[in-house]
């Protein structure tokens, strides 16, 4: 298996986006925001924020939705790599 890591820092984290699985964000008041998992998964691109985990320590990354109304998902490095391979996510590196 590719090392996940190596691939998104060889590339740089601001030139791969990958198409997930996200729901979009129920809103409460404007003040709770939460997802259901009775609602339906959307396929949507999403890109690296390095908020609250830095893809460099190989531990978790949280890609964010790109589209209004949805959020961030966070992912075990391992466990995103897995959904690749197994094309249930999609992972696309800008050319240079």
């Known amino acids: 298996m590719n090392n ?3 691939k998104i820092l060889e590339a740089g984290i601001e030139n791969c986006m990958f198409i997930i699985p996200m729901r979009k964000l129920n809103n409460v008041f404007g003040l709770i925001c939460y997802t259901s998992s ?8 999403a890109i690296i924020v390095e908020t609250r985990y830095k893809v460099h320590k190989n531990y978790k990354i949280t890609l964010k939705g790109m ?8 992912y075990y490095i391992d466990d995103l790599q897995s959904m690749i ?3 249930r996510v999609i992972m696309y590196i800008k050319q240079k």
């Open 38 to 45: 009775s609602d339906p998964e959307q396929s949507i691109p």
């Open 67 to 74: 589209y209004e109304g949805f959020g961030e998902n966070h």
């Open 85 to 87: 391979t197994d094309g």
């Open 4 to 6: 996940l890591k190596n």
